[in-house]
């Protein structure tokens, strides 16, 4: 059975539309998840809203929202005032622009989702808008309006039909030098430097999803498999905790013998030093030009 389609629409470039529809490319479906449960009765637990002041418990009727002006100070609004400022969909994705697929920080990248053509007569148009995609190399920006918000969705071609990911705002990314700024700039030797090159070159590989393992998820469907079956847990040991005191060229000439051997660290050596030597005869034959000059 088809999944159910998350949102229904058009897509648009300029004149030329077509029916789509759109899926969520991401589900939770098969993390393991844990219901609050009453330990002595083993039925689960449900939540109710307790006034944080009174302790009594409010009914759904009593419920309402409100934002927080000053500590303890809110002021409330009312559902009918919420909808005046909602965007009222007109359920289309409105290509406005193209950019380079490089120029999109990927900090703004939020949801992503399938887009896909609805019905055989979208088919031509969505493959006409997604193949010129494909022969500019760029990345189309356009709002849809999902939940009563309106968002910027980048699209791209993906296989055959598109990706549309979902974009933060500017005001929803925190600013890096808060974080950054107080960051010192150490000195650090030429060969640290390139022995630290020459791990990266031993890791070096290709992305490739398939081989990304959930140990935590694999390790819970274990544990309750195990407790399921009246098994006993056995509880591990503390892992001591490495300390921190680490010089980092023999960090780094380890790392190296650990990945490589100790040709790696040779080959390294054997460069480093006949770079060094080809510098002492460019430096001499420069000395004997201006001499013989």
């Known amino acids: ?7 229904k629409g058009t897509l648009k470039l300029s004149l030329v539309s077509c029916p789509v529809v759109l899926y969520p490319a991401t589900t939770a479906a098969e993390k393991t998840r844990f219901h609050m449960i009453n330990r002595e009765t083993g039925n689960r637990l449900k939540q109710q809203m307790v006034d ?22 809110y002021v409330e609004i009312e559902p009918e005032e919420l909808e005046a400022v909602q ?33 055989k007569a979208a088919i031509d148009a969505f493959a006409v808008i997604r193949d010129a995609m494909k ?17 910027v969705m980048a699209l791209e071609p993906l296989g055959k039909g598109l990706l549309g990911t979902t974009l933060r705002f500017p005001y929803e990314l925190r600013d890096e030098g808060e974080f950054f700024d ?18 990266l070159h031993t890791k070096a590989a290709h992305f490739d999803p398939s ?27 503390p892992a001591e905790k490495p300390s921190n005191v680490v010089n980092l060229m023999d960090a780094l000439k380890q790392s190296l013998k650990g990945r490589g051997g100790k040709k790696t660290a040779k080959s390294h050596a054997r460069r480093t030093t006949d770079g060094r030597r080809a510098a002492k005869k460019t430096r001499r034959s420069t000395a004997r030009q201006r001499k013989a000059g």
Do not use: C
């Open 1 to 7: 059975m088809a999944p159910r389609a998350y949102w």
């Open 52 to 73: 944080s002041e009174t302790g009594d418990i409010v009914e759904s009727d009593q419920k309402g929202r409100g934002y927080e002006l000053r500590k303890g100070k």
């Open 87 to 119: 965007i009222e969909s007109n359920h289309t994705i409105d290509i406005e622009s193209f950019v380079p697929s490089d120029e999109i920080d990927q900090r703004y990248l939020d949801n992503p989702y399938y887009i896909a053509p609805e019905g």
């Open 135 to 151: 022969d500019q190399g760029r990345v189309a920006l356009a709002k849809i309006v999902l939940t009563n918000r309106e968002h």
């Open 182 to 199: 107080d960051i010192k700039s150490p000195k650090i030797t030429k060969d640290m430097v390139e022995l630290a090159g020459h791990i």
């Open 211 to 237: 081989k990304f393992k959930d140990q935590y998820e694999n390790a819970l469907k274990a544990l309750v498999k195990r407790k399921a079956s009246g098994k006993t847990i056995a509880l591990p040991e």
